[in-house]
């Protein structure tokens, strides 16, 4: 026979407060929401328990945590708490108290945790003028010559963007340079100086804009500024948004490398087919057995020679962006296309990135 | 009187007097129309450009193929009117609890089916009319690029509507917009990180 279920213990304030002062402190949106829902473990009529070993992640690991005592504090509050309990209470859709909310997405904001603070901002109604107050400062640093704040403004508003586009409903725009760095290179580069690496400097600033902002409305702030300022953003933007890139800059000169010794490899092949081949290039070409491959698979830092160009592209752009501005597809055989480096000699924002073989 | 803004009025959008005929309707469309042409033909198009472009020729395409049908016409006006007063009624209530929540429910479902008709499936139809095509040259490329720039459109008039409205699934914030710029400088100098 099935046991009765046991009745739930009376849930105190202080587990009330405890656990949603961690949602707040960590910039959870989405722990946030889970706790108002109706299947809710803070629920007193749902059979879900807070004690639970299954939600020992909703309980603050840390009290200490500066962040989580100031949100505590907070959630302490009587009235706050008291309106929390009505809604705890309350059947259908709950109303969430603002000033958790609001604190949530400063939090989340400081943690980098920009989608979520996107979409709280956003419940609240001020995601659009949060996002302008960002840009306006930013600008305002930008015309004071201090690049570095300039970009972080621009980093935080961007993060704070909305796809109103997403279906079935808008939701925050997730950065999604895998997909974006496939737009970028969708054409086969005809002629050299179509590949998207070989445009002109300032037209080469402006595509790096708009791919890396993701919002042509943003990106197109920045088009009055001087070049030198644009490319300076730019290399700010690619330092403070990828920390790893000096990493990718050593295998780009890798990669820089293997590429020139490919194309001397072609330049022998090509004598051997007008036969004017030395003995030297024999030997050199009986030694040469390298997949062209291994150029995109030094790029991307995978050690794998079977993929297609576009995997390649794809793994490098998810992990270093700004990676996608600086290379081509290039075709090596009538069915093997690679993605290989490829930059302008005059190009600063490559000197300036590190790129540049030595 | 609930605001006009964000319930596009067709009427407007083409400049015509309230008691337009339809041989107004297809007067002006052409000219604005042409205007519009000539002056894409003279700019440089960007992205960003493409897309408000794209939205304007969808606009007047979808003005024209409304308001010139008489049938049609009266039912968007009719739609309109209804959805706006649904609006009023609801800020009405807006302080009563029960009846504010089966207002609300009653708005959104109106204000979604009226911008999803007609900011987006008339605006994608009125795209495949032979009339609106031979004056906008629009073709299947420029509706398959626009159903994303229509739906984006779609979603921000609904949240333009939606922010003038009363709070219910949130309390009322009361913001400090001079905190919340200090916190935007905080931040910004990489101090609240």
């Known amino acids: 026979m099935a046991r009765a279920p046991q009745p739930k213990a009376q849930l105190t304030d202080a587990v009330i407060a405890k656990s949603f002062a961690h949602t707040v402190a960590t910039g959870d949106i989405v722990n946030f929401r889970f706790l108002f829902i109706s299947y809710s473990p803070l629920r007193q009529d749902s059979t879900e328990d807070i004690n639970s070993p299954k939600y020992e992640y909703l309980l603050p690991p840390d009290e200490n945590d500066p962040l989580y005592r100031s949100a505590f504090d907070l959630m302490r509050n009587p009235e706050i708490l008291a309106h929390v309990r009505a809604q705890l209470n309350r059947q259908g859709p709950p109303q969430l108290p603002w000033e958790p909310l609001m604190r949530l997405a400063d939090n989340a904001v400081r943690l980098n945790k920009l989608t979520a603070a996107a979409q709280a901002y956003e419940i609240l109604r001020v995601r659009r003028r949060i996002q302008e107050e960002f840009l306006a400062q930013a600008d305002a640093a930008l015309d004071a010559g201090d690049i570095e704040r300039g970009v972080r403004g621009y980093v935080m508003a961007t993060g704070l963007d909305y796809d109103y586009a997403a279906f079935p409903e808008p939701l925050p725009a997730v950065p999604n340079y895998q997909e974006r760095a496939l737009i970028l290179h969708g054409e086969y580069p005809k002629n050299p100086e179509d590949a998207v690496a070989l445009q002109p400097s300032e037209e080469h600033v402006r595509t790096g804009l708009h791919y890396l902002l993701r919002n042509a409305e943003i990106a197109g702030r920045l088009e009055t500024r001087p070049v030198a300022l644009r490319i300076e953003f730019l290399q700010h933007w690619v330092h403070q948004t990828d920390p790893l890139w000096d990493e990718f800059a050593a295998r780009y000169r890798k990669a820089c490398g293997l590429a020139k010794e490919y194309g001397e490899r072609l330049e022998r092949e090509q004598r051997a087919e007008q036969g004017q081949q030395t003995l030297a290039d024999e030997v050199e070409a009986a030694r040469d057995t390298r997949d062209p491959r291994g150029i995109s698979a030094a790029l991307s830092g995978r050690t794998s020679l079977e993929l297609e160009w576009w995997q390649y592209l794809k793994d490098m752009a998810y992990r270093h962006p700004a990676s996608a501005l600086f290379v081509t597809r290039q075709i090596v055989a009538k069915d093997l296309e690679i993605v290989m480096p490829r930059f302008r000699s005059d190009s600063e924002l490559v000197r300036r990135l590190g790129l540049e073989a030595v | ?193």
């Open chain 2, 1 to 193: 009187m609930a605001s006009d803004s964000g319930y596009v009025d067709y009427v407007a959008v083409l400049g015509l007097e309230p008691d337009f005929k339809p041989a107004d309707v297809r007067r002006v469309y052409r000219k604005k129309i042409k205007d519009l042409l000539i002056e894409i033909s003279q700019v440089q198009v960007t992205e960003e450009r493409r897309n408000r472009f794209l939205l304007a020729i969808a606009q007047l395409n979808a003005a024209f193929y409304i308001l010139r049908d008489k049938d049609r016409c009266e039912k968007y006006l009719a739609d309109r009117a209804q959805v706006m007063q649904i609006e009023e009624d609801w800020r009405a209530q807006a302080d009563k609890t029960e009846a504010s929540d089966q207002f609300r429910r009653q708005f959104d479902q109106a204000l979604r089916d009226f911008l999803s008709v007609y900011m987006e499936e008339l605006m994608l139809e009125a795209g495949r009319d032979p009339e609106c095509v031979e004056n906008s040259n629009w073709d299947a490329a420029h509706e398959r690029h626009a159903s994303s720039v229509l739906r984006r459109y779609r979603q921000q008039l609904f949240h333009e509507i939606h922010e003038r409205l009363p709070f219910y699934d949130i309390t009322q914030p009361v913001v400090d917009w001079d905190e919340r710029s200090r916190f935007v400088a905080a931040i910004i100098a990489g101090e609240g990180q």
